[in-house]
């Protein structure tokens, strides 16, 4: 049995640093929307991987949100390695570097970047996303409601800051506790203010980011939701007390849905482009099967990229796993081609209309589909076949497709791929998905 412990660990460390590898390159992106102005808020997700709500309420702001007024800055990777890992931080955590990081630190070039948006001349006002355990009371009721907790709270480290935009620290806090608590979804969630008074002497919060910040002239909080609360309700008060910071900082947007707990939860599991090679192959992020056979990829580096900054694609064995932050979405297992060009022009007629397209589209049909013949090119339609070895003039109804090969779970979405011949070898040129509705 000893011999059996030692080859366990032997193996748990080559697989932690297998995934210290994969995160090397695994960066946090800054997101600014809006237009330029020395009133700029900084939001930051993901700081603790094993905290969505945080990194998922932010990725939302990046993305979904249209500032209309105002200027708004956001990391919301900020722990990007820890946030695939669902690690607190999986080089130690990151939340106490920022009195001190040694050069050696793992995390040290993430922490010196942040802090150089901290103290941009900029950025006046700066909310930083958890989530926290229990909830915060204010005295000792129960096991998850007593001093000790920190979810659903508004934090600050001082009361007020002296010659900062916003100085009243406490008041901006309560002004967004207010709005909070009048769009509860249960009266137990009610948010308090929890004030660390960080300068005399909390040893752990003198390390962390917001009191850097304080530190630096900047009006900084944080707001914790509840780890006792699923992801879609923690993401649903970040994006209030989010919404109320802009407020705060004059900032204006629209979003497209409302503010509830099911619309927060489409926003979060909406559909999430993936490219990878520049169009060549791409992939809607939503509802996939948990594994693709033959993916056709070129040997060399994975280049890809997408519309969510939660999204990354990492080496797993002899193929490419691809995470929604936390969350692993599939496996690609590749099949290797060369590449030709991608098709830029692809006609095909969807259920009796003549359309075109280009290499990466999703095209959403309801009975049939037929690819229109491209000189020198080869159709190959994945779950579809003939004899023929090429399948464009074809009109395919998906009842003769074969859902095995579907990319998603319900089997409506079917690969497309092109290959030009070149010299007797097929080069890959591209690919479209059809959605059966």
Not at 22 to 45: A, C, F, H, R, W
Not at 344 to 372: E, P
Request: proline content about 3%; hydrophobic content about 40%.
């Amino acid at each position: 049995m000893g011999d059996r412990v030692k080859i366990l660990k032997i193996l748990a460390v080559l697989a932690l640093f297998c995934a210290f590898l994969q995160g090397k390159n695994l960066e946090y992106v800054l997101i600014k929307k809006g237009v330029p102005s020395d009133n700029t808020m900084l939001l930051i997700g993901g700081i603790q991987g094993d905290e969505p709500g945080g990194f998922l309420a932010a990725s939302i702001v990046a993305t979904d949100y249209n500032i209309t007024k105002g200027s708004l800055w956001v990391v919301p990777n900020l722990n990007f390695p820890s946030i695939i890992q669902r690690s607190r931080g999986t080089k130690g955590d990151m939340n106490r570097k920022f009195a001190h990081i040694d050069r050696g630190d793992p995390d040290y070039d993430a922490v010196m970047r942040i802090k150089d948006v901290i103290t941009d001349k900029n950025v006046s006002i700066i909310l930083n996303l958890h989530d926290g355990s229990g909830y915060y009371r204010d005295t000792f009721v129960n096991k998850d409601e007593n001093p000790d907790k920190w979810g659903n709270t508004c934090i600050i480290d001082q009361s007020s800051l002296k010659g900062a935009r916003y100085e009243n620290l406490e008041g901006v806090a309560a002004r967004v506790r207010d709005v909070i608590n009048a769009h509860l979804l249960d009266a137990k969630h009610a948010y308090h203010i929890k004030n660390t008074h960080t300068a005399l002497g909390d040893k752990e919060m003198l390390k962390s980011l917001t009191y850097y910040a304080v530190t630096q002239g900047k009006s900084a909080f944080a707001n914790e939701a509840s780890k006792n609360l699923n992801a879609e309700q923690r993401t649903y008060y970040h994006l209030l007390a989010i919404e109320e910071y802009m407020h705060v900082a004059g900032i204006e947007f629209t979003r497209p849905f409302a503010l509830n707990v099911k619309e927060v939860k489409k926003a979060i599991e909406k559909e999430i482009r993936l490219s990878l090679f520049d169009d060549a192959f791409v992939l809607n992020i939503h509802n996939l099967k948990g594994s693709l056979n033959f993916v056709p990829l070129k040997k060399g580096e994975l280049k890809y990229s997408s519309s969510n900054p939660l999204i990354a694609v990492l080496k797993d064995g002899n193929g490419y796993k691809v995470q929604y932050g936390n969350r692993f979405v599939t496996k690609l297992n590749p099949q290797y081609f060369e590449y030709a060009p991608v098709l830029k022009d692809i006609a095909l007629v969807a259920d009796g209309k003549q359309i075109s397209a280009k290499s990466g589209d999703k095209i959403s049909l309801k009975n049939s589909f037929k690819i229109l013949k491209i000189p020198g090119v080869r159709v190959n339609i994945i779950g579809y076949s003939d004899k023929s070895g090429d399948e464009a003039g074809e009109e395919i109804a998906k009842k003769q497709m074969s859902g095995s090969y579907a990319v998603d779970k319900d089997n409506r979405v079917y690969r497309v791929e092109f290959y030009r011949n070149d010299g007797g070898a097929d080069k890959f040129a591209g690919m479209i998905l059809v959605e059966f509705k």
